[in-house]
């Protein structure tokens, strides 16, 4: 069994795996319903366990249609609801009772230490649906959709990220040290990356660059990816907030000084991008959500140790 908490603890070749089988799975479901299940059902049986402590659509739908297209189930709690977050229950009793019951447990939480409590006292494969600090289902399925889209492996490609320095980003630096790929960063003065993330990058100097001007840390990116500037429970001064990030907007101008690069966005969105440049052709969001359901089955497999 293998968890699924941050991609700097799964080795290169796992990833590659994960994404070679989430590719060969796409391939052959061309022509089945959503609901249908892939050939051989390999996860007969089993169920998801998923719980949400911050809002979702996308990891929330996917992930239950991951796991219905291999031939299992899932069951989404709602922490609200449970014992646990009215304080009346431990994580450790939590974390016994979904071994009992179910296959794998997934959870979006806003607290890191939730996740290692959890790693700690559950007997099953977890899988970090997002967490203050990563969000490592996302990342992969981007790298996934960028080799698709442009054909090409990750490694040949400049990857730019325009934006906060949040949970998206700090799994995109880690991809980029694990793939090795060029990744150039750009985001105002004084948003500053983690010391963890910060002490990977002093190890990948040549490949990863930050910039404080937008203008030059988009120069010749094949993709460039953004995220909201606001997170999830993002406890700042967010007028400020917004205001720093006014001259980092991804707009048609500032696209037009990369080599025509795609745009991916991890969604929601807010005002980080023009209409025109979100809406516009260049624009892969819509294929990025979607991938998720494919690569996410790959990473199920990979925790429940079937991958082929
Ligand atoms: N990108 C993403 O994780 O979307 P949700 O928050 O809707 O799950
Ligand atoms: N950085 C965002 C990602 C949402 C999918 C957040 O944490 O809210």
């Known amino acids: 069994m293998n968890n699924f908490i941050n991609i700097k603890d799964i080795s290169s070749k796992n990833l590659r ?8 799975r796409k391939l052959k479901r061309k022509k089945l319903k959503t609901l249908e ?6 996860l007969r049986g089993k169920l998801l366990i998923q719980m949400f402590e911050k809002s979702s659509l996308r990891t929330r739908l996917s992930f239950y249609l991951a796991i219905r297209q291999l031939g299992g189930s899932a069951l989404t ?13 431990s994580i450790s009793d939590t974390a016994k009772i979904l071994s009992t019951y179910g296959d ?5 939480t806003d607290s890191e230490k939730k996740l290692v409590s959890f790693k700690k006292n559950l007997s099953i494969p977890l899988i970090n649906g997002l967490s203050p600090l990563s969000h490592p289902a996302q990342i992969l399925s981007d790298i996934f959709t960028i080799e698709e889209i442009t054909k090409k492996n990750i490694s040949k490609l400049n990857i730019c990220w325009i934006g ?10 880690e991809a980029s040290i694990k793939f090795s790929f060029k990744l150039n960063i750009g985001c105002p003065k004084n948003y500053h990356l983690s010391k963890d993330i910060l002490n990977q990058i002093k190890k990948n100097k040549k490949t990863i660059k930050t910039f404080n001007n937008p203008k030059k840390a988009i120069k010749n990116a094949d993709v460039v990816l953004t995220d909201k500037v606001i997170s999830m429970n993002d406890k700042v001064n967010k007028k400020k907030k917004i205001k720093d990030f006014l001259q980092f907007k991804i707009t048609s101008k500032l696209m037009s000084l990369s080599k025509n690069a795609y745009l991916l966005h991890c969604l929601p969105r807010g005002n980080e ?34 991958l082929r």
């Open 77 to 89: 709690l709602r922490p609200d609801e449970l014992h646990l977050s009215k304080g009346g229950e």
């Open 104 to 108: 794998i447990f997934m959870l979006r």
């Open 17 to 24: 795996k994960i994404l070679i089988d989430a590719k060969r």
């Open 37 to 42: 299940s892939d050939l051989g059902q390999p």
């Open 273 to 306: 991008v023009s209409d025109e440049v979100f809406y516009g052709n260049r624009s892969k969001v819509w294929q990025q959500a979607y991938n998720r359901i494919h690569v996410q089955k790959s990473i199920l497999l990979f925790c429940l140790g079937k």
């Open 164 to 173: 906060d320095t949040n949970n998206v980003l700090n799994s995109l630096i």
